[in-house]
């Protein structure tokens, strides 16, 4: 287990760590294969990682009910954690980079650009499912942690939505996540469908089906 949360830590950093270095390049060189806009594309690379992030976090617990591998879930809160660290620097890059530092713009910005309004609140949804994510406020929280935790689908749409209207023409990448996102909450849906279909005919489900 130990083996496997050192592979997840080192797959999760291994975008930053490759930013970082052309990053550095870039500073140094001028030639870190950023693009000729290298501010816009570190603020879409550490956002598009947030999304994959925060969708392969939601992947989870359809994997573990497919496969039956309950350890999988081991991993939710800590790929959750990484989604919520993606996007912060997403932000803090917006913020220092575009910005130049005159954060007082934020709310202007939020105000007249409504894909900056979604994405700025997908943000701040996340904040308290990162500072509930350990044992003790879960044990603290009891079920009201888990009523918390769906905020992660609201939040999840919002970032779609984010990246959707960030486009201004080619839609086709915000249209796969946004896809993506679809299968997996419509997989929450039908298991939620059949969970009260064998609760209110539990007979029902328990006799064969006819050939």
């Known amino acids: 287990m130990i ?3 050192v592979a997840v830590h080192a797959l999760a950093l291994t975008p930053a760590a490759i930013l970082a270095w052309q990053i550095r390049e870039e500073f140094l060189t001028g030639s870190g294969g950023l693009g000729a806009d290298p501010i816009a594309e570190i603020e879409h690379r550490l956002g598009l990682w947030a999304l994959r992030l925060l969708l392969i976090t939601l992947a989870i617990t359809p994997l573990r009910q497919l496969t039956g591998q309950a350890v999988l879930l081991r991993f939710r809160r800590m790929l959750g954690l990484y989604a919520f660290l993606y996007a912060s620097a ?3 890059a917006y913020l220092l980079l575009d910005l130049k530092g005159y954060w007082t713009q934020i709310f202007e910005e939020i105000a007249k ?3 900056i309004t979604v994405g700025f ?4 949804l996340l904040i308290p499912l990162a500072l509930t994510s350990t044992q003790g406020m879960m044990r603290r929280l009891g079920r ?3 009523k918390l935790h769906r905020l992660i689908y609201a939040i999840a749409v919002l970032a779609v939505l984010h990246f959707w209207w960030l486009v201004k023409s080619d839609i086709r990448e915000p249209l796969l996540y946004a896809a993506i996102l679809a299968a997996l909450l419509g997989w929450r849906l039908y298991k939620r469908m059949a969970d ?3 609760r209110t005919h539990p007979a029902a489900a328990r006799s064969p089906k006819p050939l």
């Not at 609140?121 to 701040?124: D, E, V």
């Open 90 to 92: 997403h932000l803090a």
């Open 113 to 115: 650009r409504p894909y």
């Open 144 to 146: 009201l942690w888990g």
């Open 196 to 198: 009260t279909r064998s």
């Open 121 to 124: 609140l997908a943000w701040l």
């Open 3 to 5: 083996a496997a949360k």
